[in-house]
């Protein structure tokens, strides 16, 4: 079982950072894309940034300055460093994956972490 698990979620006062993690964990036999999501009360999941295997990121434009996605591909693991953080930004914060595993034959797969919580204080 492939499994994402983020944490690094809190409450911050505005202009204030935080640093979420995300690190995937079962039988893996590669990532590509890796991804945060976002879902404020009342409004649909956004994409907030994009990161693929080789490195290419991509952002939201109301991210874009303030935000940097990463990762560690020895450890399976994503990272969003947020600064500058606005109260716009409270929502609850997803981790995406394309993973390519092994069931009947490789394939690749959608997963998604259980989400953390961002509350930006004004």
């Known amino acids: 079982q492939v499994q994402l698990v983020e944490s690094g979620g809190g409450l911050v006062q505005a202009g204030g950072s935080l640093r979420l993690s995300c690190a995937a964990s079962g039988r893996i036999f590669g990532i590509n894309t890796m991804n945060w999501y976002r879902q404020a009360p009342g409004k649909q999941r956004e994409l907030v940034a994009a990161i693929t295997k080789g490195g290419s990121t991509n952002y939201a434009d109301s991210v874009k300055g303030r935000f940097t996605i990463s990762r560690d591909n020895t450890k399976n693991t994503v990272y969003l460093q947020m600064n500058s953080l606005k109260p716009e930004d409270t929502a609850v914060y997803y981790c995406?994956?394309?993973?390519?595993?092994?069931?009947?034959?490789?394939?690749?797969?959608?997963?998604w972490g259980q989400g953390t919580q961002v509350t930006i204080s004004s």
């Open positions: 995406n994956a394309i993973i390519l595993v092994f069931t009947t034959q490789m394939t690749t797969n959608d997963y």
